[in-house]
């Protein structure tokens, strides 16, 4: 069986070759999550690294929790990363949609505000946004294309876990360490014994679970 192509850094050193000064991969994680926040994470590396373990970066879903803690440190010390959240207040007021939107947003301020004149290029994991800038590409499956996409679902997906670990520890019942917050059929019972906590998305219409 032919093992699927594993991401790769041509995009970014194309780019780079170009004379653009960063390249930027960007990804979300906590999408479809029942609860807890959004999370993404914008990853750049240099146009001529080269670790042993640069060979392991894939798409976080295609990773062990282990691998992805491994990675994200690794990832972290050595590239250039930048993460940032959206509660889940925010979430129920505007919508995961507005919310996915405004992440991304978010990441492309703080970066270009770090680096001021220098020429930055953005590629973002998914559909097209309503993101007004020129120095944007939306790729779809971007995390399973380009290397510093993969890079920055690895570090988001990782950041995300811990959180939903710590919020565990808080809100018994719904298995959040191991389900993080995703629909599983174990957190739909568990809403249903338990009722919604303020971690949940209400505006995900998860009353029926609790009928």
Known sequence: MKKPKKPSYNLEKQYLSSGIDYVFG??????GCFAGPLVASAVCFDKKIKRKWFKDINDSKQLTAKERRRL???IIRHGSSYTETIDVETINKIGIGKANTLIF????KKISNDLGKNKIQFLIDGNK???QIENLEFIVKGDN???SVAAASIVAKDHRDRIMRDLDKVYKGYNLAKNKGYGTKFHQEAIKKFGLSDIHRKSFDLQKFTQ
């Open 72 to 74: 994200s440190k690794l």
């Open 26 to 31: 960007i990804d979300e994680v906590g999408r």
């Open 129 to 131: 946004k309503d993101i």
């Open 105 to 108: 947003k978010k990441l492309i």
């Open 145 to 147: 294309k380009i290397i």
